[in-house]
């Protein structure tokens, strides 16, 4: 790989770093040599009924059992909220932008704090009670803050399910979670795209039938449209909840109690939901949007992912919130009505920190750099990234198209199951390097194994493990403690076993290959998808491309990739080329058994690629695809299956 690029922390010398590179020495230093004693400090982020004595009890053996903070006493819901009213009620604590929908909904600490409080009245009254599940299905309107929120206050333990799971999808899950109530809405709109939530929720619930425990359900009227309502299970979530009492005293958790759970996005399988606790999933929402973001007065984060992902969790509402910031949603699309969208936002809400997805940064790429130029983009200090590996082509556009080579890029690498970041660059303080996901928080005690499971030292690519636990870990799969423990502890016996492949640098840098299901072995070379796709970056009439593996008489495997072209760019581009680039660039090894140019990739809901599929395509397995439920669109699994197979 050729020699990149690296962008020193004095080039946004009017950077407000957090603290110096000596400082942060320290900090990782203490976190190695006595982590009790880190953590239990770090603990004091957040509001604490009864402050914790004890840090980490718990092995990566046997059977997996992971605690923090046993002894200590909260609510997230205080923390987030109660702690901040002596001191900012007043100030905006969420913007809620919905398009079409003129001024945005500006709530203050007060307005939340209040407006939970009488959802959380409403769930009790409804019979919801602590340890329960409620299952979360709204499009991304403030509602959905709150609705977390009051579980989180009543001690109930919260699904949020992605608005655009079919009703098998949301079916599956609620019997799977328990989910005793849901709060849904009534439709909405993603661009020119009527999103039918209730009726939706209606299918899945009488798909569920006897096996789901749902009892009750609110519905956010999101139009004006009729709703049709079962009597007795359904009610109208405004006309009810805001009869409800504006006070409501927080239950008092134990640090372990779950707080919520979450499906992973099914990039990879089965849906997995994993499980959060109270204490340790908070600190490190906090811990990390502070080291990453630092929240300061007057700034305002717009994360763009939906709050059913990990992301939403933490960086749209537990992190900001949990450390007195301001945060915004909106359920605008990056080019609708017009490209350039997210660019008239981030200039009309003044956004200072603005964090999305790799797949949306190319995307609004495409589009061509007039359409940002055209904007202000002034108000901007911080650009962030998360979910898939990025090329350094697409980071450097972002950092220097979007950012105006003012703003750091801060590539976080994060999982369902991590909580929050574990690596990524505190801003202005590290040296970045396009592509690189930099270096893990303090704390954090990554690791390298080759695959036979050792531990590799120094320079290195293998998979991605982490040494030692950390307080945002999930504890488990929910109902499933076997397949924790198979899945994340078994491949490098007392590591956790993160799934991904990467490299690390001799600074220390880590390089996300890809999904190490996804590697692909070339006649005994390794070769990660991401290290593909990252060539192809390269080449600017390629959109998006995809690299998987399938399986070859000689070299054991070959590779194929999958190449989206940009609209009008795309002059010129055929297979032998992009074949010859790959070589060029990778090694003779590496030249690709096939190429197909195809109009669209298959992606999750939160955006990945799904290469699993591609995989299964581009071996003949066609007739044994799996679990589709969690694809955006599977007309495109037709669309690929057509072009490599010609008509079936
Ligand atoms: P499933 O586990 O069901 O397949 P998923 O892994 O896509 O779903 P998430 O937990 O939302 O679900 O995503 C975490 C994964 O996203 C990581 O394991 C990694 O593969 C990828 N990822 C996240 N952040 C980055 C990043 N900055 N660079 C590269 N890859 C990333
Ligand atoms: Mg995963």
Redesign the pocket.
Known sequence: MSDPTVIQPGHYGHYPAIMTQAALDTMTRQAREDPDGFWLQQAGRVQWHERPTRGFEGSFEGNVSIAWFADGLLNVSASCLDRHLADRAGQVALIAHREGHGEAERLTYAMLHERVCRLANALTALGVKKGQRVAINLPMISEAVVAMLACARIGAVHVVLFGGFSADGIAERLVDSGAVAVITASVAWRGTKRVPFKETMDTALSRAGAASAVRAVLVVRTADDAVPMLPGRDRDYHDFVDRCDADFAPVIMKAEDPLFMLY?????GKPKAVVHACGGYIVWAAYTMDMVYTHRPGDVLWCTADVA??TGHSSVVYGPLANGGTTMISDSLPAYPHPGRWWDLVDEYRVTMLFSAPTAVRAMMADGDDVVNRHDLGSLRLLG?????ISPDAWLWYHDVVGRKRCPVA???????TGGIVLGPVPGVQPLKPGS?TRPLPGIEMAIADAQGRILHGAAEGSLCIARSWPGQARTIWGDHARFCQTYFSKVPGFYF???GARRDSDGYYW?TG?MDDVINIAGHRLGTAEVEDVLGDDHRILESAAVGVPHPVKGEGLVVFIMPRGDNAAGLTGEGVARLISQRLGRYAAPEAVYIVPDLPR?R?G?IVRRLLRKIASGETGNLGDLSALTDTAVVGMICNRVWGEM
Do not use: L, N, Y
Not at 264 to 268: A, H, I, K, V
Not at 385 to 389: F, H, L, M, S, W
Not at 411 to 417: K, V
């Open positions: 992973t996005s099914g990039s990879t992902w990990i990234i998360a979910g898939e590996p590539d976080t690498w994060w999982q369902t199951e996901a993160t799934g991904d996300i999904r999750t939160s990945k």
